[in-house]
């Protein structure tokens, strides 16, 4: 028993409070990870939008989705974490409603743009968040437990959105606004800024000086674009 007491609270060591609350948080957010399954068959299904149109819609969730990843990680550093993820939460289900109330097609793909940005806007603030709150030597174990809330929430995610996709489509809206909104509230109240000071003072990079780095070490844009490849298939996997 003092063996099993042991090896539980060594999964744990080094991991605040606070970490928890974001994995948490993001577990909530994924399970409620409604919308994105089913956005092609509820485009074509109840909005009767051609299938060459719905296409078009999901490449535009993509393209805010891509640009929210080049953003996020700028405005993180300039910004802090903590605003950049108060801003994903609490815009994302402003847009997500009215992407399940609209009609219009123009509407629709404004919606679905903005929804896609906003999204996953506060994913580099996330992974900022836990580089600052745990210690060096925990960190491989913190990214790896908040994948492992990414992966469940998105497993069981697409299952209840069939359920509830049989009775309603509007609630699929509602409820993937609701636990994001849920993510909010548990950052508005329980997670103070963690943005070390230094980078307060150095992320103001200019974007010359951010390309000079990249002349330098030339590795950081071939990782970009590996992360980018991946991210599309990723992107794309979500939506087959």
């Known amino acids: 028993m003092t063996i099993d007491k042991k090896g539980l609270a060594s999964l744990v060591e080094g991991l605040p409070p606070t ?5 948490s948080g993001t577990l909530i957010n994924r399970l409620g990870g409604f919308v994105i399954p089913f956005l092609t068959l509820y485009l074509t299904a109840q909005r009767s939008i051609p299938i060459s149109q719905a296409a078009l819609m999901v490449s535009l969730f993509g393209a805010g989705s891509f640009l929210s990843q080049l953003a996020g990680g700028e405005l993180t550093d300039r910004l802090g974490r903590r605003p ?4 994903s939460f609490f815009i994302t289900p402003i847009f997500m409603i009215t992407l399940g109330l609209a009609r219009n097609l123009v509407l629709i793909a404004t919606c679905t743009l903005i929804v896609g940005f906003f999204t ?5 603030a996330v992974s900022a968040a836990i580089a ?3 210690p060096s030597e925990s960190r491989t174990r913190a990214y790896g437990y908040n994948y492992w809330a990414i992966n469940l929430g998105a497993a069981i995610a697409p299952l209840l959105a ?10 699929l809206f509602v409820a993937d606004a609701l636990t994001t909104a849920v993510f909010g509230l548990i950052v508005f109240f329980g997670i103070r800024e963690t943005r070390p000071d230094e980078v307060r003072h150095t992320g103001h990079a200019s974007a010359r000086e951010r390309l000079s780095q990249l002349k330098r ?3 950081l844009l071939i990782f970009s674009f590996i992360t980018l490849f991946f991210g599309i298939i990723y ?3 979500q939506f087959e």
């Open 235 to 237: 992107t794309h996997k």
């Open 162 to 171: 069939g359920l509830i996709a049989g009775y309603n489509y509007l609630i």
């Open 19 to 23: 970490y928890w609350s974001l994995w």
């Open 84 to 87: 950049v993820m108060l801003m």
């Open 132 to 134: 600052d709150l745990v």
């Open 120 to 124: 996953d806007l506060y994913r580099p």
């Open 217 to 219: 070490e030339p590795i």
